[in-house]
């Protein structure tokens, strides 16, 4: 196959790239080098914002919701040109999983409601569906959401709720319905994460960070409005959602950006006298995984370009999960090994604003180990790659 962006994605292309250069504060773009893996709500808000006054805020939404009506080659152009420039990476909760959820199953009064505060990016959400216990086995979960009168009461424990202690809004999974098959009495609810009855504790993590964080629900009152499409077809969405991941899952434009910086690291920094871009073993590593990356980014683009593959969406999707992910590791482990004894130095989230960058400790330096420790939940989060292989063994050749 031989890949080429035509003119008309060329001139998209420079469209984009000069919209960002001028639009995107440099305080962001500070603020991306200098930070965490955890989605920075603040600065994703204000670079939404700026998106949205420019119609760019959900590109792949339905026109009527707001969308920009672009090709889902555009879209990758888009978001392929936002990263490179150091962008924040968005939270995909709001824009990519609730988002097309209500548009697609949501009653005229979530619309009304949700679409606008989230293509504006005023609020931050968290996905609630892992329980203790509950994780690849999702549907086992045990939170209960018992209706009385114009509310459903919710009962019980979330976990690794990424961004809950900051978020506003979160979509949970909860039970409505014990008796039956495990998947059928499972419901979709948007919670306001400040109702009576939830109380939010932190995870400390291995990279410093604690936005990972359990979620206790005793008795909250969530009004029945809030309940995505039917009751007991939860999912159904939640599967869906699955599909809104696709490519995403394959952390493309992440990758493609830390390997940039993989790059830059390993130009700037010697060991022994010799530039590490200049030493036989690093070399060869970063052209295998170059090439991996290159594959990895033809095959999103053969599916966003539709090509025919006689593979099942969540066999591709499961495959595109298990090549990002595990690149996601290799390449923050390449940049470990460029930064040589410096990658044992390790700089707290917190401390990563203010660090006071120096020639020894130029600011491609700084976060980079924090990054490379949480990229260990890569091949975690999202579905374990167990299950990803099971999934691909299934539906791609019916073992
Ligand atoms: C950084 C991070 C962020 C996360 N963010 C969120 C979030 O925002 N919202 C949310 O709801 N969840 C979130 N999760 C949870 C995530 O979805 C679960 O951790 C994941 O689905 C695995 O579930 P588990 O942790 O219960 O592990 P388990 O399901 O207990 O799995 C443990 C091990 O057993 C293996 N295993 C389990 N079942 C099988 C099987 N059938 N066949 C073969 N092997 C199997 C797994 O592959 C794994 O190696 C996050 C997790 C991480 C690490």
């Not at 930070?35 to 603040?42: M, N, R, V």
């Not at 390993?266 to 871009?277: F, K, L, M, Q, Y």
């Not at 390790?346 to 401390?351: K, L, S």
């Not at 604003?353 to 091949?379: E, H, M, N, Q």
Request: glycine content about 8%.
């Amino acid at each position: 196959m031989h890949f080429q962006f035509d003119d008309r994605l060329n001139s998209f292309r420079q469209e984009v790239r000069d919209f960002v250069a001028a639009n995107l504060p440099a305080h962001i773009v500070n603020r991306q080098r200098h930070k965490s893996f955890a989605p920075d709500d603040l600065h994703t808000a204000e670079w939404q914002a700026i998106l949205h006054k420019n119609g760019w805020s959900v590109p792949g939404w339905p026109l009527e919701y707001g969308g920009t009506g672009w090709s889902p080659l555009q879209q990758f152009v888009f978001n392929d040109e936002c990263a490179a420039a150091d962008a924040p990476v968005f939270p995909w909760g709001p824009r990519d999983m609730v988002g097309p959820i209500i548009y697609t199953f949501g009653s005229d009064y979530l619309k009304e409601t949700f679409l606008p505060m989230i293509r504006e990016g005023r609020h931050y959400w968290c996905q609630g569906f892992s329980e203790p216990g509950s994780g690849s086995d999702l549907a086992s979960l045990r939170t209960t959401a018992v209706r009385q009168g114009d509310s459903y009461i919710v009962n019980g424990q979330k976990i690794w709720t990424s961004g809950a202690a900051v978020a506003k809004w979160g979509f949970f999974l909860v039970k409505t319905d014990t008796s039956g098959k495990p998947q059928q009495g499972i419901s979709f609810l948007i919670i306001d994460m400040s109702t009576p009855g939830i109380s939010v504790r932190p995870i400390q993590q291995m990279d410093g960070d604690d936005h990972l964080c359990e979620v206790f629900l005793d008795n909250v009152a969530v009004p029945v409005e809030h309940l995505v499409g039917e009751e007991g077809k939860g999912w159904t969405y939640a599967k869906d959602l699955l599909d809104h991941e696709r490519t995403g899952s394959s952390y493309i434009f992440w990758n493609k950006r830390e390997l940039a910086k993989a790059r830059e690291i390993a130009s700037s920094e010697t060991i022994d006298g010799i530039a590490v871009i200049d030493s036989e073993p690093f070399r060869s590593r970063l052209a295998r995984i170059e090439a991996q990356l290159t594959a990895l980014e033809w095959s999103v683009l053969r599916m966003l370009a539709d090509e025919q593959t006689p593979w099942h969406p969540s066999a591709l999707a499961s495959c595109l999960k298990v090549r990002g992910a595990q690149l996601q590791q290799s390449i923050t482990d390449l940049q470990m090994q460029a930064m040589g004894r410096k990658s044992l130095r390790f700089i707290a989230p917190q401390q990563m604003a203010d660090f006071p960058v120096s020639t020894l400790w130029p600011d491609y330096l700084v976060g980079k180990t924090s990054v490379a420790l949480i990229t260990r939940a890569a091949t975690i989060y999202g579905g374990t790659l167990q299950i990803q292989r099971t999934i691909i063994a299934k539906m791609a050749f019916g073992v």
